[in-house]
């Protein structure tokens, strides 16, 4: 074993060929064909697994619609679907070493950021076990038409039916559980397409379900490529919910395709979230807070602090603290626990990202730190961070998904909030001050969907998550979690006062 790889037991499990997940079995896909997986550290082959194809979203489908019409979920009593929610967290708690080495080979973050994100699963599905006994509808007293017709009339909450889950490469097991946790708790039955690039931590969650207690036709997962596999779940006439995380452009042609059946739509989508300097921060607290807003995870976050505004008095400062933070972060294999930065996940996403860097020089911004790949082999970029920049640069209008920061000076306060804001986006927002009338004044401002005082990113199952404007629609986390799995029935039940034979 070399140095840095994953224990022997997950390389060993990674070798194998892996299968699609339908109604509760291992199954080749219909035609065959698989596809390899790799480690983006190395660029090397770790695993091949199944393609999915439209014809195997069809047979995920079909089982996930029969153990819904056959009420295999929904149907259980809501503590007994409590304990299993409950136990699969605990088996996920047994299983966090592993989950996070599998992420670690598939994605190729630090591992002391996949076992953070496995940490924050393990919350969530505790979080909506405890949900599940406590859904209920209300009692309505209408008064309709005249007082003399006596009525009663409830609501209900019911799952929405079949959810296709399609999610992206950049938090594998983190965005799959944020929908499925919720989902399940909702009592609906799914069928995940994970990203092509990322499909395994997902894969070796399906025996941890099964072993739970999840009846079979319940989860089902379904590798395979956006174009097909993914297209298929989103243009299904059986399908009655899409929760998607991923590209804004994806999302939106998701938007045009569910309109056929009118299928419920989340999305949760990309960003270019502003962070915030004043002149009273904390230098302690705001430089690695802002540093680590863009950074972490290689900048591949959807609600990654890729625009900088400082006050300008603290302007020189704050920039050159976070470029001689950039240069101290160790870069390397996401398995050595030294390492505070991974490669990006492909070959295809470093060339982006590279032309991006040489875009903005070509612009005319000015590189401060950075502005390279790193290495010679896997797909490491540095930290960089971009100063001399305007709003009419593509660096700082559009979203990157790498370690690329654009710093602009601001005094104003109406000019920084109004840059803040000129964006499509509107994901996360970062206030660094030590005035509570600052962090609230602007706070109110800005069009975000988190805004993040004194330090950045921070979330919980509990607090509701998700974008203003192109960045999305709807929320995850919380109560508004579940509601986007569900449905609502209302009764009226006209009663009569003769009826007293
Ligand atoms: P993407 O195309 O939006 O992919 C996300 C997921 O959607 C993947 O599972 C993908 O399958 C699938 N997909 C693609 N086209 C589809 C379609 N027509 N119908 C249904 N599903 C479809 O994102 P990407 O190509 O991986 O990354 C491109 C850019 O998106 C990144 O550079 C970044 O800017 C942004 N991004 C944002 C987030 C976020 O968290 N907001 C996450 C990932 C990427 P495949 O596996 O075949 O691609
Ligand atoms: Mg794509």
Redesign the pocket.
């Known amino acids: 074993m070399a140095l840095h790889d994953p224990n022997p037991q997950v390389s060993d499990y990674l070798a194998g060929t892996h299968q699609l997940f339908i109604d509760g079995a291992w199954q080749d896909a219909s035609s065959g064909e698989t596809f390899e997986v790799h480690d983006p550290a190395t660029g090397r082959c770790i695993a091949r697994v199944a393609e999915g194809r439209a014809a195997d979203i069809d047979r995920a489908v079909a089982a996930a619609r029969r153990a819904f019409d056959e009420r295999r979920w929904h149907g259980l009593p809501p503590e007994r679907r409590a304990d299993i929610l409950w136990k699969l967290a605990e088996l996920f708690e047994r299983e966090a070493r592993t989950l996070a080495e599998i992420d670690v080979a598939d994605n190729g973050m630090p591992i002391a950021f996949a076992e953070w994100m496995v940490g924050s699963t393990i919350a969530q599905l505790k979080y909506y076990a405890g949900m599940i006994t406590k859904v209920t509808g209300r009692n309505v007293s209408p008064s309709i038409a005249s007082d003399a017709v006596p009525m009663h009339a409830y609501t209900s909450v019911e799952p929405v039916g079949v959810a296709g889950i399609?999610?992206?490469?950049?938090g594998p097991i983190g965005t799959l559980i944020i929908k499925l946790a919720p989902a399940l708790a909702a009592g609906c039955c799914v069928v995940v397409?994970?990203?092509?690039?990322t499909p395994l931590s997902a894969l070796y969650a399906a025996n941890l379900m099964n072993e739970a207690g999840v009846p079979p036709g319940v989860v089902n997962i379904v590798p395979g490529?956006?174009?097909d596999a993914?297209?298929s779940?989103?243009d299904h006439a059986d399908v009655d919910k899409i929760s998607?995380?991923?590209?804004t452009e994806?999302g939106k042609?998701?938007v045009r395709s569910a309109a056929a059946n009118l299928k419920r739509v989340t999305l949760?989508?990309?960003g270019k979230s502003p962070v915030i300097v004043f002149d009273d921060a904390d230098p302690d607290i705001a430089i690695p807070g802002a540093a680590m807003g863009i950074f972490a995870n290689t900048g591949q976050v959807?609600f990654a602090g890729s625009r900088l505004f400082v006050q300008k008095k603290s302007y020189d400062k704050v920039v050159a603290g976070i470029s001689d933070f950039a240069k101290s972060l160790t870069i390397g294999k996401g398995m050595d626990p030294a390492s505070q930065i991974g490669p990006l996940i492909s070959a295809g996403?470093r060339d982006?990202v590279a032309s991006y860097l040489e875009t903005g020089v070509r612009e005319g911004a000015e590189i401060v730190t950075g502005g390279s790949t790193h290495g010679d082999h896997g797909f490491f970029v540095q930290p960089t961070v971009f100063a001399n920049v305007d709003a009419s640069m593509r660096i700082v209008k559009e979203?990157i998904?790498g370690p690329v920061l654009v710093a602009t000076p601001v005094d104003d306060m109406d000019d920084l909030v109004r840059m803040a804001n000129d964006t499509r986006y509107g994901l996360g927002a970062g206030i660094y001050t030590t005035s509570v009338n600052k962090a609230h004044l602007v706070a109110q401002k800005l069009r975000a969907g988190n805004v993040w005082i004194n330090g950045y990113g921070v979330m919980h199952a509990a607090m509701p998550f998700g974008g203003f404007r192109e960045s999305g629609w709807g929320r995850e986390n919380g109560l508004e979690g579940i509601s986007a799995f569900q449905e609502t029935k209302s009764v009226f039940i006209t009663l009569n006062e003769n009826d007293r034979a």
């Open positions: 399609i999610i992206p490469w950049n397409k994970p990203a092509e690039l490529f956006g174009k993914g297209q779940l989103v998607f995380t991923g590209s994806t042609a998701i949760e989508l990309g959807c996403q982006k979203e998904f």
